[in-house]
């Protein structure tokens, strides 16, 4: 007899929600029997019938059992604005019942009788029962209702029936039949100050790893978009980090020399600066600097990519052409109730499907506005940026500041200086009567580099490094790096 373990592996039944499946590692378990809880519009009838519908697009059969529910009629027609809806499945493939007058009438027996013949008689691969409270409500005690689920649980089983029972309520007491069936899947829609967030949590997955935590997501026109948290799915990079060797340009006149030839590649650098003191002109600089081998991204949450083309453009940088050749794209989206994880998988997909080498995110705070739990920033940055690293991926993370004027500079996030691998400093200061632009290389990992405060400039032809600027030092104290962050955020345009 041979031990072989692949065999032991039970088959999986796929969602087909991308990301659901991914928090699932690869769907539910054949044959198994999951509780999806949720508190009422959280969305539990949505993500039942696309399941249902993506089921029978790939081949199997289902039956969608309803309880105390809505009509049948009106449930399909909320549903038929929905993309995944494919009323041409409908009686034959997917079949809609109503259960609630044998749950009546028989009691639990009678529907649980009801169930195995709709499982036998439509060759349903998935069954669907909406309203599992009523059916709760019906049993004479705990050990009865607890027979029940027991009995579906052995006839879904028998018949590679994967069954979804769909009940209100949210985290709570342990309830006996969560203790029975496979699985325990929770949605949730919460309020956070003046906006809400839905989100699912598998409390239980029975024979099988699971992403652990909350993962938010959105009900759209494709029915519910699940994006796992960013910690979760990346806690283990999926692609191996490759040695520094690789200098990359930065695009900026006197730049290079400073740090020992270029950025080396795939690493990360913030660069920090107040407002108007030129971190996008850096941007652009380093983007001008894309080709075919080099494609370039620009992931921005202020300036719209029309006035970042006209700025490029009244500085001699030639971007257009850049976009004309496939060598650079923009990715942009207006600040407003933004999901953070959303973020982050939208920015890791364009980099993908493109093949980017050079990023820069414009800018940080966007992410950080974008969080319900500013805690999560340390983790969630240090997160993304090992996965851009894996990915062979130099990142320019654009960064504002507070205090316009002065040599103090405070981040909001602690330990930042840890997360990246370099950090540059961009600040105004004021000199003999004028308003001076300086440049402090603050650190570069691995790599020597020119600690002299340096002054910048910013013409027609773009950035360029005039050299350290005499007769002016900064005290020891004056990059102060603040602690955990604080509940009063910077506003990113301040």
Same mark, same amino acid.
């Given at each position: 007899?041979?031990?072989?373990?692949?065999?032991?592996?039970?088959?999986?039944?796929?969602?087909?929600?991308?990301?659901?499946?991914?928090?699932?590692?690869?769907?539910?378990?054949?044959?198994?029997?999951?509780?999806?809880?949720?508190?009422?519009?959280?969305?539990?009838?949505?993500?039942?019938?696309?399941?249902?519908?993506?089921?029978?697009?790939?081949?199997?059969?289902?039956?969608?059992?309803?309880?105390?529910?809505?009509?049948?009629?009106?449930?399909?027609?909320?549903?038929?604005?929905?993309?995944?809806?494919?009323?041409?499945?409908?009686?034959?493939?997917?079949?809609?019942?109503?259960?609630?007058?044998?749950?009546?009438?028989?009691?639990?027996?009678?529907?649980?009788?009801?169930?195995?013949?709709?499982?036998?008689?439509?060759?349903?691969?998935?069954?669907?029962?909406?309203?599992?409270?009523?059916?709760?409500?019906?049993?004479?005690?705990?050990?009865?209702?607890?027979?029940?689920?027991?009995?579906?649980?052995?006839?879904?089983?028998?018949?590679?029936?994967?069954?979804?029972?769909?009940?209100?309520?949210?985290?709570?007491?342990?309830?006996?039949?969560?203790?029975?069936?496979?699985?325990?899947?929770?949605?949730?829609?919460?309020?956070?100050?003046?906006?809400?967030?839905?989100?699912?949590?598998?409390?239980?997955?029975?024979?099988?790893?699971?992403?652990?935590?909350?993962?938010?997501?959105?009900?759209?026109?494709?029915?519910?978009?699940?994006?796992?948290?960013?910690?979760?799915?990346?806690?283990?990079?999926?692609?191996?980090?490759?040695?520094?060797?690789?200098?990359?340009?930065?695009?900026?006149?006197?730049?290079?020399?400073?740090?020992?030839?270029?950025?080396?590649?795939?690493?990360?650098?913030?660069?920090?600066?107040?407002?108007?003191?030129?971190?996008?002109?850096?941007?652009?600089?380093?983007?001008?600097?894309?080709?075919?081998?080099?494609?370039?991204?620009?992931?921005?949450?202020?300036?719209?990519?029309?006035?970042?083309?006209?700025?490029?453009?009244?500085?001699?940088?030639?971007?257009?052409?850049?976009?004309?050749?496939?060598?650079?794209?923009?990715?942009?989206?207006?600040? $407003?109730? *933004?999901? %953070?994880? /959303?973020?982050?998988?939208? @920015?890791?997909?364009?980099?993908?499907?493109?093949?980017? #080498? &050079? +990023?820069?995110?414009?800018?940080?705070?966007?992410?950080?506005?974008?969080?319900?739990?500013?805690?999560?920033?340390?983790?969630?940055?240090?997160?993304?940026?090992?996965?851009?690293?894996?990915?062979?991926?130099?990142?320019?993370?654009?960064?504002?500041?507070?205090?316009?004027?002065?040599?103090?500079?405070?981040?909001?996030?602690? $330990?930042? *200086?840890? %997360?990246? /691998?370099?950090?540059?400093? @961009?600040?105004?200061?004021?000199?003999?009567?004028?308003? #001076? &632009? +300086?440049?402090?290389?603050?650190?570069?990992?691995?790599?020597?580099?020119?600690?002299?405060?340096?002054?910048?400039?910013?013409?027609?032809?773009?950035?360029?490094?005039?050299?350290?600027?005499?007769?002016?030092?900064?005290?020891?104290?004056?990059?102060?790096?603040?602690?955990?962050?604080?509940?009063?955020?910077?506003?990113?345009?301040?």
């Amino acid at each position: 007899m041979t031990d072989d373990r692949h065999s032991l592996e039970l088959e999986r039944v796929p969602s087909g929600i991308a990301g659901l499946d991914t928090v699932l590692r690869g769907g539910f378990l054949k044959g198994g029997v999951y509780i999806i809880q949720g508190v009422p519009g959280a969305g539990k009838t949505i993500l039942a019938n696309q399941i249902c519908f993506n089921h029978v697009a790939a081949g199997g059969r289902a039956a969608y059992v309803t309880l105390l529910a809505e009509s049948h009629s009106r449930m399909l027609q909320h549903l038929r604005p929905m993309r995944f809806f494919d009323e041409t499945i409908i009686p034959d493939r997917l079949y809609y019942i109503s259960a609630f007058n044998t749950l009546e009438e028989d009691g639990l027996s009678g529907l649980r009788d009801l169930l195995q013949r709709e499982i036998r008689a439509h060759h349903a691969s998935l069954l669907i029962l909406d309203g599992l409270v009523a059916a709760e409500e019906q049993a004479g005690s705990d050990r009865e209702f607890k027979k029940f689920v027991h009995e579906l649980q052995m006839h879904a089983s028998m018949n590679d029936c994967t069954v979804l029972l769909l009940t209100s309520g949210s985290a709570g007491p342990v309830r006996a039949e969560h203790t029975m069936v496979d699985g325990l899947i929770e949605l949730d829609d919460r309020l956070f100050e003046v906006r809400t967030e839905r989100s699912l949590q598998v409390r239980k997955f029975r024979g099988s790893a699971s992403l652990r935590g909350r993962h938010p997501f959105r009900i759209t026109g494709d029915g519910l978009v699940v994006y796992p948290r960013i910690e979760a799915m990346y806690a283990v990079p999926a692609h191996p980090e490759q040695p520094l060797r690789t200098r990359v340009a930065t695009g900026i006149e006197g730049l290079d020399p400073l740090i020992g030839g270029g950025i080396l590649q795939a690493t990360t650098t913030i660069l920090v600066g107040p407002t108007g003191i030129g971190k996008t002109t850096f941007g652009l600089h380093f983007l001008a600097q894309c080709s075919e081998a080099e494609p370039g991204l620009l992931f921005g949450f202020y300036e719209t990519p029309v006035r970042l083309r006209d700025k490029a453009a009244s500085l001699g940088i030639d971007l257009a052409t850049l976009e004309r050749q496939g060598s650079l794209a923009f990715v942009w989206q207006a600040q $407003g109730e *933004s999901i %953070l994880d /959303e973020l982050a998988h939208r @920015l890791l997909e364009a980099v993908r499907s493109r093949g980017v #080498r &050079r +990023l820069v995110v414009d800018g940080l705070d966007g992410f950080l506005e974008s969080s319900i739990h500013p805690d999560r920033m340390s983790r969630f940055l240090s997160t993304l940026s090992n996965e851009l690293r894996g990915l062979g991926v130099t990142s320019l993370f654009l960064w504002e500041m507070r205090n316009l004027i002065g040599s103090a500079v405070q981040v909001p996030i602690y $330990g930042v *200086s840890t %997360l990246v /691998e370099n950090l540059i400093i @961009l600040r105004y200061v004021e000199v003999e009567g004028r308003i #001076r &632009r +300086l440049l402090s290389i603050t650190k570069i990992r691995d790599s020597g580099f020119d600690p002299a405060l340096q002054e910048f400039r910013i013409t027609d032809a773009g950035i360029g490094i005039l050299g350290p600027l005499p007769g002016y030092a900064v005290t020891p104290d004056a990059l102060a790096s603040s602690g955990p962050v604080s509940s009063e955020r910077p506003s990113p345009r301040e």
